[in-house]
């Protein structure tokens, strides 16, 4: 029997075909289904989860290569509460998604820029989010929440929202 780090929690995956790909193993297997398929050829972004805090497109990881590597999936990324972390909270906020199938993985990359650039100017967002595709183009929105986000995280407030606009 394998095993996977998951979200903070050792999950049995049984014996599975060791090509198979970590998307199919989180939603089939293990009910995350948070986790979207939208490509399957890692191009879209809706499957990205961190491995090793890291954004990763989980159509093209083969759980063969997961030993001893944390595993973390939109529904980790809350607290125990169910308090929202500041990136799903500034999404909540600014009302990002329309159909929001492509959010998670939108979400999961810009807590992973986050973690690593707690202030990213507005190219490194665009190149950060740039492997992310949101079919309904709420990229304006998206960039709002990144920096909504983020002066949450420093502590002050950052959108207006009588203006509707993202001020620095």
């Given at each position: 029997?394998?095993?996977?780090?998951?979200?903070?929690?050792?999950?049995?995956?049984?014996?599975?075909?060791?090509?198979?790909?970590l998307?199919?193993?989180?939603?089939?297997?293990?009910?995350?289904?948070?986790?979207?398929?939208?490509?399957?050829?890692?191009?879209?972004?809706?499957?990205?989860?961190?491995?090793?805090g890291?954004?990763?497109?989980?159509?093209?990881?083969?759980?063969?290569?997961?030993?001893?590597?944390?595993?973390?999936?939109?529904?980790?990324?809350?607290?125990?509460?169910?308090?929202?972390?500041?990136?799903?909270?500034?999404?909540?906020?600014?009302?990002?998604?329309?159909?929001?199938?492509?959010?998670?993985?939108?979400?999961?990359?810009?807590?992973a820029?986050?973690?690593?650039?707690?202030?990213?100017?507005?190219?490194?967002?665009?190149?950060?989010?740039?492997?992310?595709?949101?079919?309904?183009?709420?990229?304006?929105?998206?960039?709002?929440?990144?920096?909504?986000?983020?002066?949450?995280?420093?502590?002050?407030?950052?959108?207006?929202?009588?203006?509707?606009?993202?001020?620095?």
């Open positions: 029997m394998a095993t996977l780090n998951i979200n903070g929690q050792t999950m049995d995956i049984g014996d599975l075909d060791p090509s198979t790909p998307l199919w193993v989180l939603r089939d297997e293990l009910g995350l289904v948070g986790t979207k398929y939208g490509c399957g050829i890692a191009q879209c972004g809706a499957c990205t989860v961190h491995l090793d890291a954004p990763v497109r989980s159509c093209q990881v083969p759980v063969s290569s997961l030993e001893n590597q944390q595993i973390t999936t939109i529904e980790g990324l809350a607290a125990a509460d169910g308090t929202l972390s500041p990136v799903q909270q500034a999404w909540v906020e600014l009302d990002v998604p329309q159909c929001g199938y492509c959010q998670a993985g939108q979400i999961m990359s810009a807590t820029l986050l973690k690593n650039n707690s202030n990213p100017s507005d190219a490194e967002i665009d190149a950060a989010m740039s492997g992310n595709i949101c079919r309904c183009a709420t990229y304006i929105r998206i960039k709002a929440a990144i920096k909504s986000a983020a002066q949450s995280m420093s502590g002050t407030a950052f959108y207006d929202a009588a203006d509707q606009s993202a001020t620095a």
